[in-house]
């Protein structure tokens, strides 16, 4: 089959490149492979159309715009398409990525099989648009940069790849600009390699194996030849051609069948049959097509510009809030478009000619705007001190002339403030989850919950690095908080500052259950990936992905050894992505569109930015690698650095939101006392980031990471006094602030900006703030009193609230947009234009050159992810601040549990607890067993929580000072006493005076006043109701044998150089982790001169 062939292609170290990453940590990876559904690095089939599938009737019905060839230049290309248009076609797509990767050599040859199967079959050229065509090809183009660019040169690659061909690419392809990736998610589904190819044919022609979908059926899936080849060069011409048979092959087998199945035969002269073109000829050759510096003479014209229109009215007619005006005019660009560049070089990288580089200046603006004062329409604020601020006599005259307005989440009279939780850790960030009770169900770690009462609000904790879970909010009788971390809180959930939901259901969405992230959450960090102060920073950090299904078949939710968490354990999160390009990330907003087809859209502050301002990020994590997944090779990541952003101190929460039907996000600047508004949609793309910005998740060209310029933005608000948290009201038409400095709350009028209301809330360190969903309340946390705080209306209001937009405004907005088309916004800077020279320096050094994520090794890079070599890391002690040792690559070698790691070597084993790490899986510690009852007799056993036989338990002394977790697992009750005697009753614990348990922890503090030994016992109800029960006796270390083993490590303290109270951790061959300096360095002397002895003798 094509697949087949393409893997005679690369060279044979190539192939150990591509394939290596099927090694570790599984033999199951995709790779070059055209298996379908393709598999990710564990193995797991992905779900995603392949031969034979009937293309769902919801991706045929996407609307596609064609950026190239233009109608202009082509009168039979359409502006835009969609694929059930062309029901009864045939359609070749094809999944490609800008820039001088191997695959794009292909993009010339499917340019030329395009264009000869469009001459052959299509309507001639100068035809009617709308006619509908036998074929189509599309290519799928994404990666940022021009279209229009990298498709001139796909043309002209398939000009040059068939010198004696005369057949010129010029209808066809049509390419796709597919930034928000919806072909290649639909079509392609990842792990699908790259380039790739999908043939559809109609439905009719049958082969289908389902009966829903649309009228279009995948008739051949396959990836290209020059799939596995790292660079342009080194896929030759020769090897790139085989595209050619495999392309023709594909589609005369369906021109065949649509011949067959024409309901009118044949003429006997052979009229009306469709004759397949010959395959072009091609001379034999492996040169390397030299470079070329073309460029097209510009002819500069002038701009027409008309005369300006009055200013408009005033958009705010009172209040202490400035308003807008403007005035529009026609611009009329009639100078012709540069060249696009055609030149490349060898390596395939486009010659950027002088027009591009001098970035030819804009025409004039077709818009101006100014501030006004609502109290004069034609008068122009003017600053009455150097921070530009009003007088307040102004202030105070233009409010009065307000009619009083109430809000509606206030209600009729001052809101109650109410605190509804506490006992938080420096609470950054609210949320509430869309399905309450999905996460937790009915019980986990040994608690009941009651899913169907109440909402949740999930409370992001800086301090201590977790999730708190508010669970069954508002009920007095069921309400209670849980808290979950990461098992590597230490980089994923760090100094966690914000928080955000995908809280947009496939009923809305539209989307395929399978690829939906519906009800996962993502988190940002306020840290430069320091690993809490024990190592050099190397700014590797950004948002983390969570979902929160727990489904074990899913293993969102996993246990300390990272299998599915029961109902009994102790549970962690495992992320299901994380992408690295915004280090101090203090705010993060989920995008509510409705085009990617995963959904997984997040805007984050980043508070890094470029070294001198932070900057608004846009992450796609798109396809989510998964849990236990390390792979970051498909995402794009998009940074805006117009948008200039500032924090304030370390702590604070930004706030961030969406509008959904707007399409602006508003952020709040604490830095600046701002809140901005951009339009989430604005912008366009400028240059590659991966030059400026040298830190970031994989150097795939699946990975996207651009610099965007021109994007439209406003002050929405400013004067604020560190404003925090934002939120927007149910019903959108009204933007909440909270100021930090102040402890108030504002309230703005979302159409017009204008300040609406205001409350004082009496706290004085605001963060994060959200609605409730079924309540419509306000929510809001507070650092320093460690507490979720409730805005709850009294009584409701006897108006109904109206915007502050004045209607002459609006009338002058209408008139201009339908004078200037929808291009019009008064947040537009027309004469922008995007500048693609990246700078010659970069902004940040990576300190961990060729190590971990920077890796060139392909493990790291591509599908599997995790780095094998890694495992050579076990016994490495240069665990200090600027040391060598990259702790990333802990995290990639499968350390969980590792004395570099920090805090208790990165483990969450309870106090005292000694970690032992398991490679690739998690960690187990020393004070924790599991407990299982006979449930005929009572008989207890303990097992380690990775063991799978009983442990005697006339080995085990409970150490002083340990807190011990004892994880029941069954029904059936278990608890702990001081004495043998069954009358005795259980000691009271912190906690749980009952000192029992049952489905869940029991845990046991070792100290002085510990009874010596300590009993478990175990109480079992058979079906006569009779009680059976069983006691074990555990030794407990006495204070004496205490003191003398802490002398005893202070003396080793002092001869090998280590702290007294450092921990000691395995791997899981149990063999020692923390092995002396002077012990490593004499074993590397003696492994050195044994190879010497050794080649000697040889």
Known sequence: GPNEAQNAGPPAAVIVAVLSPLIVPTTNAQGCASTCPPLDDTGKAIPSLCVNSTVPATYLAKSHSICHPLPADVPSTPPDFKLDDYADSIVVLANHYIGCNAGRRESGVFAHVAQRYHDMLNAAPESDANERKKIIFVTSLKGGSACERWADMYQSDGVRLYPDSEVTPREMPWTVSDVDYRLRDDYFTTPFGHPSYVVLAPSRLGGAVDDEGGALVVRNKFVGPCCGFVRYSDCQPDTARELDAMLSDAIDAILLAMEEDAEEPAAADGEGMVEPPPTTTIPTTTTTEPATSETATVIDESCIVGQFSEWSPCSIDCGPTEGTQFRWRSVVDNRPALATEAAVTDEGEALVGPEQQNRREACPSPVEVRSCSPADEESVLQPSSVDGTTTSSAVDARSSLCVPVCIPEFGGSKPKIVEVATGFDSPRDVAFHPTPGLHLGDRSEGRDFNPAVGEEAWVANGANHSISIVAALGSEAHQTTISRRD???????????????NVVPPSVSGRDAAKDSFAYFSVCNDNNNDYMGSKEENYF??????????????GNLVNRLGEPCNSAEQCTFLHADMLHESPSCIGIAHDPEVDTAYGTVYWAFDSTGDRKDGQLVRFDFQQPHGPG????????????PEVKLHKAEDGVHAGMVVHPTRREIFISNPGDGTILAVDADSGTYARTAREEYPIYSNRLPSFEYSVWECVNQRVFAKGLDKPTGLALSPDGNRLFVAERGTGKIHVHDVESGALVGTIDTGYTSINGMSFS????????????SNSLVAVKPRGACSTQYQTRLTEGYEQALTAATLALGEDFSITKNFTCVANPIPPNASLFDQVHVGTGYASDDPNVQAMAGMDAAAALLANRTDCGLESDLNFDALLLGGYYCHQCLPINNGSMCDTGGICRNVQWRGFVCDNEFIVRVDPVTGDISLYEPDGTEPISFEDIT??????????IVDDNLVSVHASEDRSEPALSLPGNACGCAKNGPLLLTIDDSTPGPVYLRSK????????????????????????????????EALTSGTDSDEMITADDTGASAAVMPELL??????ASLTALLLSLGD
């Open 487 to 501: 098992r590597g809180y230490y980089h994923y959930l760090v100094n966690v500052t914000a928080l955000s939901f």
């Open 541 to 554: 950090m950004g948002p983390t992905l969570y979902d929160t299904d727990p489904d074990p078949a899913k």
């Open 629 to 640: 997944s390390m792979d970051h090779s498909v995402a794009a990541i998009r940074r805006y």
């Open 773 to 784: 969903p079924d309540t419509n309340i306000l929510h809001f946390v507070d650092d320093s």
């Open 958 to 967: 409970l150490r002083i000072g340990v807190t011990y977790r004892f994880t």
């Open 1020 to 1051: 079992v109800y058979l079906r006569s109701n009779v009680a059976s029960s069983s006691v074990i006796g555990i030794k407990v270390e006495q204070s004496s044998d205490a003191t003398m083993e802490m002398q005893m490590k202070d003396t």
């Open 1081 to 1086: 360095r004499l074993t590397t002397v003696v």
